[in-house]
C-alpha cells in the first residue's frame, strides 16, 4: 500500500430507494484500508442531504452507489445539489448496475467516473485519489 | 486572498466556511492560528460542551441524534463533533456517525462534522478542541462531541467537554466492568439506553449502586438516565439531567474550572508538539552508547544544550 501523505476525506452515500449497501459499505472499507477518510451517509438519501453532508465534511469527492436502476436521474441530480449548495466543485463518482450505453451520458452531466461491478478495487482507488487531488488542487 | 475568504465565511456563518475551517485547523495550516483568533470568544466561553461516550453500539450517535432535536425545538443552533478511531494500519477511517443524524441533513443549524482519531491523542484534543470552538465561534451554543469510550485513554477527549455523559446498553458485557473505573468516575451522567432491552432494569440498578459508592467528594451525585434513544424516550428527562448539572456546575465554579484545566492541556499537548522534532533532532545526531536506564538518557539529553 503506498504511503498517502495527505490523509484524503470523501464521502459514500446512497441515494435512492434501494436498501442494498454492500457496494457502499465494500468500496467504504477499501478506501479506508488505502488511507482515506470515509464518511458515509446510509441508505435512502436524497440528493440535497448527500450535498449538504459532503459540505459539512468538507469532503475532496463523493462516491455513489446504487443499483435500483435509477442512476440517470439521481448521479446528476447528486451534481446539481452540490452545485447549488455552493460545492460543484467536488467531484463525484458513480458506481453500480449501469449498463455501458449510459456512461457517456453520465460523465456528460458532471459525473466524474463510473464504475461497474467487476472493476478492480484497485482502479477505483486510484480514481478517488486523482479525483481528490485535482479538487484539493483548484482549492481556494 | 484564501485567508479572507475563508475568515468572511466563517463570519457569515456559510457551511462551506465553517468545514473548510474545521479542515485547515485539522491539517495545521499555517492560517489555523488566524482563524481561531478570528472567533468570539464569548460565544466560545458561553456554549454548552456535552460529552456522549460508551462502548461501540450503545446508541450514542442515535441519542445525540434525539438530543438535537430536543435543542432545536428550543430555537438553540447545535453543532456535533463525532470521533471515530483511524486505522492504525491504513490511516483511514470510516466515519459512520452520521448515519444516525441524517435528518437533520437539511438544517442548516445542526453542524455535524466527523473526526478520526489520526492515532495521535493529543492531536486529535488539538483538532477536536479547535474544531469545538470554531462550531461555538459560528454561533452552536450547544455543542455535542460523540467519542467511543472503553477506558481511561479516551478520557482525553472527553476532558473538552463541560459535562460528561457516559451511555452504556444491557448485554455489551464485560466491557462495563473495565469501563467501572476510568470513565464512572469521570461521567456527570449516567445514561442506560435501550432500556427496552432486557437487562436495562439490572444495569441501571448497578449503576445507581455505582452513583452512589462514587460520589465525589463536594460534587453533587451522579444521575442515572434511562432511555430508548431509537424512540425518542427519556429525551425529556435526560435534558432535565443535562441542564441541571449545568447550571449547578455554572454556580459551583466548576465550569470555570474544567474549562481551564482544559485549555492548560490543550496548551500542553501543543508544547510537546512543538517541542517534539527538536528532541528527534538532538537524538539523531547524539553520539552515545545506548546503555542504561533510557529515562537516565532522555534527562541528559534534555540537559544538554
Ligand atoms: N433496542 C434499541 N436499539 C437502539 C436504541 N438506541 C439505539 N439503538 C440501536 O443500536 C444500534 C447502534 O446505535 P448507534 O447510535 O449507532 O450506537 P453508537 O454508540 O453511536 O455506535 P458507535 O458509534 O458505532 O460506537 C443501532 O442499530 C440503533 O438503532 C434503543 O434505545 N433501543
Ligand atoms: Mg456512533
Same mark, same amino acid.
Given at each position: 500500500m503506498p504511503e498517502q501523505k495527505k490523509t484524503y476525506r470523501v464521502l459514500i452515500g446512497k441515494p435512492g430507494l434501494d436498501g442494498h449497501d454492500r457496494g457502499a459499505k465494500f468500496i467504504a472499507r477499501a478506501l479506508r484500508d488505502a488511507g482515506f477518510e470515509v464518511v458515509y451517509t446510509g441508505i435512502r438519501r436524497t440528493p440535497e442531504e448527500i450535498a449538504a453532508a459532503a459540505v459539512q465534511e468538507d469532503v475532496s469527492a463523493v462516491g455513489l452507489s446504487l443499483l435500483s436502476g435509477a442512476h440517470m436521474s439521481l448521479f446528476p441530480a447528486v451534481v446539481r445539489a452540490l452545485r447549488n449548495a455552493g460545492a460543484g466543485d467536488i467531484p463525484v463518482l458513480g458506481g453500480g448496475i449501469?449498463?455501458?450505453?449510459d456512461i457517456g451520458p453520465l460523465k456528460d452531466s458532471g459525473i466524474n467516473a463510473v464504475y461497474t461491478p467487476g472493476t478492480p478495487v484497485d482502479k477505483i482507488i486510484a480514481a478517488f485519489r486523482s479525483a481528490c487531488e485535482s479538487q484539493e488542487a483548484g482549492r481556494t | 486572498m484564501k485567508s479572507e475568504h475563508i475568515l468572511k465565511g466563517l463570519r457569515d456563518r456559510d457551511p462551506r466556511g465553517i468545514a473548510r475551517a474545521i479542515s485547515l485547523v485539522e491539517e495545521n495550516d499555517p492560517l489555523s492560528d488566524e482563524i481561531l483568533a478570528s472567533l468570539d470568544d464569548s460565544l466560545v466561553d458561553q456554549a454548552m460542551v456535552l460529552g456522549i461516550t460508551g462502548p461501540p453500539g450503545a446508541g450514542k450517535s442515535t441519542l445525540t441524534d434525539r438530543i438535537i432535536t430536543k435543542y432545536r425545538s428550543q430555537g438553540r443552533r447545535v453543532g456535533v463533533i463525532a470521533v471515530d478511531p483511524s486505522s492504525?494500519? *491504513? #490511516?483511514g477511517a470510516i466515519l459512520g456517525d452520521r448515519i444516525r443524524m441524517? #435528518?437533520?441533513?437539511?438544517?442548516?443549524d445542526v453542524v455535524v462534522r466527523s473526526m478520526a482519531t489520526r492515532g495521535r491523542l493529543g492531536g486529535l484534543c488539538a483538532a477536536a478542541g479547535a474544531a469545538m470552538r470554531i462550531l461555538a465561534g459560528s454561533g452552536c451554543s450547544v455543542i455535542i462531541i460523540e467519542t467511543v469510550g472503553? #477506558?481511561? *485513554?479516551?478520557?482525553d477527549i472527553i476532558r473538552l467537554a463541560d459535562i460528561t455523559s457516559l451511555v452504556l446498553a444491557p448485554g455489551l458485557g464485560d466491557d462495563i466492568q473495565a469501563m467501572k473505573a476510568g470513565l464512572l468516575e469521570v461521567a456527570d451522567i449516567l445514561i442506560v439506553n435501550k432500556a427496552d432491552c432486557a437487562g436495562a432494569e439490572t444495569l441501571a440498578m448497578d449503576m445507581e449502586a455505582i452513583a452512589r459508592e462514587g460520589v465525589r467528594k463536594e460534587k453533587v451525585e451522579t444521575k442515572v438516565c434511562m432511555t430508548v434513544a431509537s424512540e425518542g424516550k427519556g429525551i425529556n428527562e435526560l435534558l432535565a439531567a443535562i441542564e441541571a448539572v449545568d447550571a449547578s456546575h455554572r454556580e459551583s465554579g466548576e465550569r470555570r474550572i474544567r474549562r481551564e484545566k482544559a485549555y492548560d492541556l490543550e496548551v500542553l499537548d501543543w508544547a510537546l508538539e512543538l517541542i517534539k522534532p527538536s528532541i528527534i533532532e538532538k537524538i539523531g545526531k547524539w553520539d552515545h552508547d545506548r546503555k542504561g536506564a533510557p529515562r537516565l538518557q532522555a534527562a541528559r539529553l534534555l540537559a544538554q544544550e
Open positions: 449501469i449498463p455501458d450505453e | 492504525p494500519i *491504513s #490511516g441524517m #435528518g437533520h441533513a437539511l438544517d442548516h472503553v #477506558g481511561q *485513554s479516551e478520557m
